[in-house]
């Protein structure tokens, strides 16, 4: 089956009453995307920010007389909305086609699970893309898989503070740490890293997950030998304390999530206890390392 796309762009001003006048003649689904590479980075709470430019997309049935829907539409806005036919596809075949298996480091393969690992004597972790944060695709995640594969010992106690799906902690068990404490304030976050663990096989009692403040902070205070945190970096400069509570003295500490313009800042919210510097750089993301004082 096929179905008929009506494609405009427009500015923030005018994308709500655009979408509605799609809706109101039978549109099955407005999809509001960026047509200008512009990122939106740590919104306030209860804000819903839009991008300065955006390409507005109506979906309807194949057999929609798009004239009423182009004469709904605002003058000035017709001779620039385009018609498209689109094909239909088995869809989710199609969005497994993206995804390949990727290496990270010298060790770690992150694999979809329905490929076959490229090295089956390789450290291979199976995650697929979902709704928590962190395949391995953005520059962040990945700048700190090879962080993990880097700085990972056997028997490291390790922290993932705002663990999203889990990548970093579990890769960094299947390295061998030997117990991760699994952090976030999304309790989807935390239900996924749990799924992700499993499906790997990693031991239920190597991982805790919990909430921030909901895990045992005496336990845990100046115990882990390697912390790992991808989050951005206002959140970051905020949760120094807790963050290097977690640290024994000569821990590593890894944070990414920061643009290149950050860095100065997120140094000095972490100095003198952890001394920061670049430890890898991806376009405009930067991912810093260092060691806490002893």
Not at 93 to 121: Q, V
Request: aromatic content about 6%.
């Amino acid at each position: 089956m096929a179905w008929l796309q009506l494609r405009l762009d427009c500015d923030p001003a005018s994308a709500d009453a655009l979408e509605d006048t799609l809706l109101s003649v039978g549109a099955l689904s407005v999809t509001l995307e960026d047509r200008a590479d512009q990122p939106l980075l740590e919104p306030r709470v209860g804000e819903t920010p839009l991008w300065d430019a955006i390409r507005l997309t109506g979906l309807f049935p194949a057999d929609t007389d798009m004239g009423p829907v182009l004469n709904a539409l605002p003058a000035d806005r017709r001779d620039a909305a385009r018609n498209e036919i689109l094909e239909d596809k088995d869809w989710e075949r199609e969005w497994m086609s993206h995804y390949e298996p990727m290496a990270f480091g010298e060790r770690l393969w992150i694999c979809p699970s329905w490929k076959t690992p490229p090295d089956p004597n390789a450290v291979n972790l199976l995650l697929d893309p979902g709704l928590a944060f962190g395949t391995g695709t953005h520059p962040t995640t990945a700048m700190c898989l090879e962080a993990v594969d880097r700085f990972t010992a056997p028997g490291q106690q390790v922290v993932d503070y705002g663990c999203g799906s889990g990548i970093l902690g579990i890769a960094a068990l299947k390295l061998g740490a030997r117990h991760l404490l699994a952090v976030d304030n999304d309790p989807q976050a935390l239900v996924a890293s749990a799924d992700n663990a499993s499906r790997n096989g990693v031991d239920p009692d190597a991982i805790e997950v919990a909430l921030p403040g909901a895990y045992d902070r005496k336990a845990w205070k100046g115990q882990s030998q390697l912390v790992l945190a991808n989050i951005l970096a206002g959140p970051l400069a905020k949760l120094a304390d807790p963050i290097i509570e977690l640290m024994a003295p000569g821990a590593r500490l890894v944070l990414a999530g920061l643009l290149d313009t950050q860095v100065d800042g997120l140094v000095s919210a972490y100095a003198p206890r952890v001394a920061l510097s670049v430890f890898a750089q991806r376009d405009e993301w930067v991912c810093l390392s260092g060691i806490r004082a002893t």
